[in-house]
T-cell receptor, first 114, second 113 residues
Framework: EAGVVQSPRYKIIEKKQPVAFWCNPI?????LYWYRQNLGQGPELLIR????????DSQLPKDRFSAERLKGVDSTLKIQPAELGDSAVYLC????????????FGPGTRLLVL | GDSVTQMEGPVTLSEEAFLTINCTYT??????LFWYVQYPGEGLQLLLK?????DKGSNKGFEATYRKETTSFHLEKGSVQVSDSAVYFC????????????FGGGTRVLVKP
C-alpha cells in the first residue's frame, strides 16, 4: 500500500512569491491534515479536512494561506505571498476517519523563503 | 489549551545504554498519547501509542506507560543502538478535537558506537 505522497520535497523561493504544495493521502483515507513544522519544533496543525470539507482551519493564517481538497482526495496548500517566516517543513497526514487516532505522515515539503 | 512538554535534547548516549525521555501533558479532554520518531531525512513515523490510563505502548524495544495521575508518558528503552539516533516527539490527541495531534518540541537522541 502506498503511503502519503507529497510534492515537491524541497522548494526555494524569494519572499513575496507564491508557492503551492500537493498531497495525495493513502487510498480510502477520508481525513486529511496539514501541519507546519518550524525548525527545532514539533508540528502544528494548520487545517483538517473531512472529505472535501475543511472542518478545522482555525490555525490557518487566512490572509496568505489557502487550501483546497477537491473531490475529497488530493489536497493543495498555497501561500501567497510568502514571507521569510514561512520557511518550515509542511507535512500532510491522513487517517481513514477522524475517529481513528493513528495518523500517517508524508515525507513533507521543506520550504525555504529567501 | 492542550499542550505537551518533553525534555530538551540533544541526548547523547553510548550504545547499549538506557534511554529515558520525559513527557508530560495537559489536556482538556481524555487524550490518547503517542510517541512519533523522525529518522534523519525521513518523515514522522508512529513509534507507539496508548489510549487509556495504565496502558503500555511498546514497539522495537521502546516502551511508554500512560500515567493519568502524573499526566506523563515517558519513553524508555533498555539498550539503545546506533540506529535509534533520531528525533522523538511526544504527542496527544483528543477525539472531541477531531483527533488533531498536539506535539511536544521533540528530543534529538544521538547514540554513539
Amino acid at each position: 500500500e502506498a503511503g502519503v505522497v507529497q510534492s515537491p520535497r524541497y522548494k526555494i523561493i524569494e519572499k513575496k512569491q507564491p508557492v503551492a504544495f500537493w498531497c495525495n493521502p493513502i487510498s480510502g483515507h477520508n481525513t486529511l491534515y496539514w501541519y507546519r513544522q518550524n525548525l527545532g519544533q514539533g508540528p502544528e496543525l494548520l487545517i483538517r479536512y473531512e472529505n472535501e470539507e475543511a472542518v478545522d482551519d482555525s490555525q490557518l493564517p487566512k490572509d496568505r494561506f489557502s487550501a483546497e481538497r477537491l473531490k475529497g482526495v488530493d489536497s493543495t496548500l498555497k501561500i501567497q505571498p510568502a514571507e521569510l517566516g514561512d520557511s518550515a517543513v509542511y507535512l500532510c497526514a491522513s487517517t481513514m476517519t477522524s475517529g481513528q487516532e493513528t495518523q500517517y505522515f508524508g515525507p513533507g515539503t521543506r520550504l525555504l523563503v529567501l | 489549551g492542550d499542550s505537551v512538554t518533553q525534555m530538551e535534547g540533544p541526548v547523547t548516549l553510548s550504545e547499549e545504554a538506557f534511554l529515558t525521555i520525559n513527557c508530560t501533558y495537559t489536556a482538556t479532554g481524555y487524550p490518547s498519547l503517542f510517541w512519533y520518531v523522525q529518522y534523519p531525512g525521513e518523515g514522522l513515523q508512529l513509534l507507539l501509542k496508548a489510549t487509556k490510563a495504565d496502558d503500555k505502548g511498546s514497539n522495537k524495544g521502546f516502551e511508554a506507560t500512560y500515567r493519568k495521575e502524573t499526566t506523563s508518558f515517558h519513553l524508555e528503552k533498555g539498550s539503545v543502538q546506533v540506529s535509534d539516533s533520531a528525533v522523538y516527539f511526544c504527542a496527544l490527541s483528543v477525539r472531541a478535537a477531531g483527533n488533531k495531534l498536539t506535539f511536544g518540541g521533540g528530543t534529538r537522541v544521538l547514540v554513539k558506537p
